[in-house]
């Protein structure tokens, strides 16, 4: 073969990986997908094969990537001037890391947040030559690739329990906004929920459609093209549900699933799939609620065997998995700093509880609390076509065990994969929701960031800084394991040769040299 033949070769792989698996160009990359197939990233991952190391801010959100860029939010260390922090979005070059240009959000009061997230934990959009950045504090801004602003959007921040980090994701010359909320309509028990699509050019609002039955939810949507159309995916508080991409009107649902849902659903050939794990993180088994009730009588003052509303007093956090440490996110529901706040989340919570409204919580109060309107594990196949409620006429299969946490699933050829705390990953046939294979990643830690794919394997991140590289096939073989030594909250990205990965205070780009 000739170096010119070779050339050419090596050019049109290039532009077939984009060609087949699209920039990586929001969360997750193409369409969410966590998959860029065609492309080669390295394998073994190790310093010999670290072409920059940039030192970045602090932020939560994954890179996304365009010809030539990558883009990225962080928050800025607090200054004399600037006691909090501000928001930016950051463009660095592919070849050398190389900081291109840093624009800030208008000044504005940052978002609290859950200790384990972060007021930069959503992930930028690019689309038409245009990056657009969500913050929870500030809302909607766009720029051009050379980070001019072209036009911004003041949103009111949505009332969450850990902060907002779902993503913006494009439809044609729409981009997609997801705002679930806590905080109710004016003189209602209804909530502010809504989506919104914006016209990428100037921010106009196409359409709106409130969820006034939905609550704060981090998943970000997936538009699902299928043989009877095309909808916007939502997956939030409890449900599944189906929108008309032109309306915004809701067509179908599926209920069952937890309150609370971070993940990313996922498209196959006609099929859709989608999971959460149960509220809290239950095990895949009946919740036993005795550990719980165990870890909030330690609150009972004066030792009567029963928690008074005031004795829940100061600042912790309300724990639904007790197992886990204090600082995960699946730990349990904290109380806001704000005293106003924390006594209305009190109030709630025993309201919830405290059946014969006496002011007492007793254990069997408790256990029958937590026994009772819960979601539960799920990871459901979806057919297209239905109406209303379609959880009894468009489930091909559900599976209840090994589902995740936080990380979004992974379709790759034909095998779904899955990766939960403790580095416990496992391969669902895709066909028929048949657990292939359940083992260990010989990588402790929680795993925030999702798995993604390439070049027949499998890329997972844990937030203790280990990078574990699985072959994308039936029988489960570690390729390679490398330890950064920093940790990884953001999912990687893959473009062409290249794997980015970000950590607490640096992006990576590890280049394939074959």
């Known amino acids: 073969m000739s170096q010119h033949t070779l050339f050419i070769l090596i050019v049109f792989m290039l532009t077939f990986c984009h ?66 922090g501000r928001l930016v979005t950051m463009a660095l070059d592919k070849t050398n890391g190389k900081l291109l240009w840093q624009k800030q959000a ?38 051009n690739l050379d980070g001019k602003e072209l036009w911004k959007k003041l949103i009111p921040t949505p009332k969450t329990l850990y902060g907002m980090s779902t993503s913006p994701i494009a439809h044609r010359d729409l981009v997609i906004l997801v705002l679930d909320n806590d905080a109710n309509l004016p003189n209602s028990r209804l909530s502010q929920s809504k989506i919104v699509a914006f016209r990428q050019s100037n921010g106009e609002v196409v359409w709106e459609i409130p969820r006034p039955f939905h609550r704060s939810g981090w998943s970000t949507p997936t538009i699902w093209q299928h043989s009877q159309g095309t909808d916007l995916v939502v997956l939030g508080n409890g449900r599944v549900s189906g929108y008309n991409m032109e309306s915004g009107i809701q067509k179908w649902f599926v209920p069952g699933f937890s309150r609370e849902t971070i993940s990313t659903p996922i498209t196959g050939k006609d099929v859709l799939y989608v999971s959460s794990s149960k509220l809290g993180g239950g095990a895949d088994i009946q919740l036993d609620p005795i550990p719980f009730w165990e870890a909030v009588i330690r609150f009972d003052k004066n030792k009567d065997g029963k928690l008074e509303r005031r004795e829940m007093t100061g600042h912790f956090t309300f724990p639904i998995r007790p197992e886990l440490p204090p600082g995960h996110p699946g730990y349990g529901i904290p109380l806001p700093d704000d005293e106003k706040r924390r006594q209305e989340r009190l109030n709630s919570m025993f309201r919830g509880i405290d059946r014969n409204r006496d002011n007492f919580w007793t254990k069997e109060e408790f256990i029958e609390n937590m026994r009772i309107g819960r979601g539960k594990p799920l990871l459901i196949a979806i057919t297209p076509g239905g109406q209303g409620d379609i959880s009894k006429t468009h489930l091909k299969w559900e599976l209840n065990r090994s589902i995740p946490e936080i990380p979004s699933p992974l379709l790759y050829n034909n095998h779904i994969y899955m990766v939960r705390n403790g580095g416990l990953l496992a391969a669902v046939n895709a066909t028929n929701g048949k657990l292939i294979y359940r083992e260990r990643l010989n990588a402790p830690g929680h795993f925030s960031a999702s798995p993604i794919g390439a070049n027949g394997h499998i890329y997972l991140s844990s937030n203790r800084g280990v990078v574990t590289v699985v072959k994308a096939n039936s029988q489960f073989s570690i390729s390679h394991q490398y330890d950064i030594k920093s940790p990884i909250h ?3 990205a893959i473009d062409n040769d290249s794997l980015y990965i970000r950590t607490e205070d640096s992006l990576l780009a590890f280049r394939n040299s074959n």
């Open 19 to 84: 060609m087949q698996a699209g920039e990586w160009n929001q969360y997750r990359g193409s369409n969410g997908s966590g998959l860029a197939k065609e492309c080669q990233p390295p394998v073994k991952i190790s310093d010999k094969n670290l072409a920059w190391k940039t030192m970045l801010i602090s932020g939560f959100s994954s890179p996304v990537l365009s010809d030539q860029k990558i883009f990225l939010t962080g928050l800025t260390p607090p200054t004399n001037t600037e006691s909090n």
């Open 106 to 143: 208008p000044k504005i009061k940052i978002e609290k947040v859950h200790k384990a997230s972060h007021p930069a934990a959503s992930t930028s959009l690019v689309s038409n030559n245009r990056v657009f950045t969500y913050f929870g504090s500030y809302g909607l801004l766009c720029y």
């Open 490 to 492: 953001a999912t990687p």
